[in-house]
């Protein structure tokens, strides 16, 4: 069919033709947001799931609803290796110069750019024309101590007194949320309790990988009073089928059954694989109707698309000692695996291979559900391992009871 009217939108936060399966946390969300901007206290939404679930989807409808309720909006993504400072500081710096700009006269808004310019005096962050374009003084005894919890705490204070003052609401949306060193999220996420507990109209919506749930540590109980988890996951078979077929029906085309049954059984209900196989299939029908033959099609092609872009991306920021180790982990199958069990394949202890997990967390490949426990963040990767990498030869086991963790 014409690709020109390929429906289908495949790709890192790309919004999809139809967002399927979702309306009830979107409602929840539009609740939060509405009784937030009224004063009133409510749990923020975390999104949390593998790669490809549509998280970032779901943070940037947050973002447009937020923008129609006249939020003052920032939508940010942590990087590998950076601070919670070198994240926000740029998004609070745009706040507060908008906050200002909006009403020039606001003793709480100068204020809280005074602030920040404490904050940024007590962080290391690569911001050399923040401070010039400022132009204010530190305001003294506020976000200045270098500790970083306690003046976060007065820094995010000081924007929600300024946007309590302003009359604008503020949404800070923060995707990756699992990059950040997990003592800066547990700052951050005790400061924002703080600013809770004030009844401040300063909101946090977050997305990240599985691995949060832990991450979230020792702020957890914060964490449960803030925020309420939500397992964003794969969709069930009737709403994979909508996803696909919605969009064709409404640019006058049509699926048959066969074929939406064989992109369920590849894609298994993930909406990344799903926006793929639409796409592919779309392209390759040659007359108005996708059938069997075509999604098969679909399937080659994607696979072999996956394979080069998706995820070979991913295999090709490991090192070979990390690969071993997800090949192996690719070898038990589908799902959660005792890290245990891994380590056998492999004839090492769990214990040898610490550091090897530890950096394949670290660069969210893989992830912990539970203690012993380890899977892949990306579904469908453990074929994609088989397919590309020949298991090595298999070595012997290591002693037995070495492999308890
Ligand atoms: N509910 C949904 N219905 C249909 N397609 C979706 C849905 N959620 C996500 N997608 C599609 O899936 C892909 C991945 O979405 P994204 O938000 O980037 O996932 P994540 O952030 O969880 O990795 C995108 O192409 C998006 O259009
Ligand atoms: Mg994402």
């Given at each position: 069919?014409?690709?020109?009217?390929?429906?289908?939108?495949?790709?890192a936060g790309?919004?999809?033709?139809?967002?399927?399966?979702?309306?009830?946390?979107?409602?929840?969300?539009?609740?939060?947001?509405?009784?937030?901007?009224?004063?009133?206290?409510?749990?923020?939404?975390?999104?949390?799931?593998l790669r490809?679930?549509?998280k970032t989807?779901?943070?940037?409808?947050?973002?447009?609803?937020?923008?129609?309720?006249?939020?003052?909006?920032?939508?940010i993504e942590a990087q590998e290796e950076q601070t919670i400072a070198q994240l926000l500081v740029p998004?609070?710096?745009?706040?507060?110069?908008?906050?200002?700009?909006?009403?020039?006269?606001?003793?709480?808004?100068?204020?809280?750019?005074?602030?920040?310019?404490?904050?940024?005096?007590?962080?290391k962050v690569k911001?050399?024309?923040?401070?010039?374009?400022?132009?204010?003084?530190?305001?003294?005894?506020?976000?200045?101590?270098?500790?970083?919890?306690?003046?976060?705490?007065?820094?995010?204070?000081?924007?929600?007194?300024?946007?309590?003052?302003?009359?604008?609401?503020?949404?800070?949306?923060i995707d990756e949320l699992q990059y950040l060193p997990k003592r800066d999220l547990?700052?951050l996420?005790?400061?924002?309790?703080?600013?809770?507990?004030?009844?401040?109209?300063?909101?946090?919506?977050g997305a990240g990988l599985p691995q949060l749930?832990s991450q979230?540590?020792?702020?957890?109980?914060?964490?449960?009073?803030?925020?309420?988890?939500?397992?964003?996951?794969?969709?069930?078979?009737?709403?994979?089928?909508?996803?696909?077929?919605?969009?064709?029906?409404?640019?006058?085309?049509?699926?048959?059954?066969?074929?939406?049954?064989?992109?369920?059984?590849?894609?298994?209900?993930?909406?990344?694989?799903?926006?793929?196989?639409?796409?592919?299939?779309?392209?390759?029908?040659?007359?108005?109707?996708?059938?069997?033959?075509?999604?098969?099609?679909?399937?080659?092609?994607?696979?072999?698309?996956?394979?080069?872009?998706?995820?070979?991306v991913r295999f090709d920021r490991v090192t070979?000692?990390e690969?071993?180790?997800m090949?192996?982990?690719?070898?038990?199958?589908?799902?959660?695996?005792?890290?245990?069990?891994?380590?056998?394949?492999?004839?090492?202890?769990?214990?040898?291979?610490?550091p090897v997990r530890d950096a394949l967390i670290r660069k969210g490949m893989v992830y912990?559900?539970?203690?012993?426990?380890?899977?892949f963040t990306v579904?469908?990767?453990?074929?994609?391992?088989?397919?590309?990498?020949?298991?090595?030869?298999?070595?012997?086991?290591?002693?037995?009871?070495?492999?308890?963790?």
């Open positions: 069919m014409d690709p020109n009217a390929n429906p289908f939108n495949p790709g790309t919004p999809p033709p139809e967002l399927v399966g979702r309306d009830p946390i979107l409602q929840q969300a539009d609740t939060v947001l509405e009784r937030i901007k009224r004063g009133r206290s409510e749990r923020s939404l975390l999104f949390v799931g490809g679930v549509g989807v779901l943070l940037r409808e947050v973002r447009r609803c937020a923008l129609d309720k006249v939020y003052l909006v920032e939508m998004a609070l710096r745009r706040l507060l110069l908008d906050l200002d700009g909006a009403k020039k006269t606001l003793t709480s808004v100068k204020r809280g750019l005074r602030v920040l310019r404490s904050f940024l005096g007590t962080v911001a050399g024309e923040v401070e010039v374009t400022l132009g204010v003084d530190p305001e003294a005894g506020r976000a200045d101590s270098g500790d970083l919890e306690s003046d976060l705490k007065d820094m995010l204070i000081a924007l929600g007194e300024a946007a309590r003052d302003a009359e604008r609401p503020i949404a800070l949306l547990a700052a996420i005790r400061s924002l309790h703080a600013v809770a507990q004030e009844g401040l109209p300063l909101v946090l919506f749930f979230v540590g020792e702020a957890k109980s914060y964490a449960e009073r803030l925020f309420r988890f939500f397992e964003i996951d794969r969709l069930s078979h009737a709403d994979s089928n909508e996803v696909v077929r919605g969009p064709v029906k409404e640019e006058g085309a049509s699926v048959t059954e066969d074929a939406l049954e064989e992109i369920y059984k590849q894609t298994k209900g993930y909406p990344y694989f799903l926006q793929e196989w639409g796409y592919r299939a779309w392209n390759l029908a040659p007359e108005n109707s996708i059938d069997v033959e075509v999604a098969r099609e679909a399937t080659r092609l994607s696979l072999r698309e996956l394979d080069h872009q998706f995820f070979r070979p000692g690969r071993e180790y090949r192996a982990l690719a070898e038990l199958g589908e799902g959660v695996h005792r890290s245990g069990e891994v380590a056998d394949l492999i004839g090492k202890t769990t214990n040898q291979l610490g912990s559900p539970a203690h012993g426990d380890i899977a579904p469908l990767f453990d074929q994609f391992m088989k397919r590309t990498m020949p298991m090595p030869t298999k070595s012997k086991r290591p002693r037995r009871g070495a492999t308890t963790d």
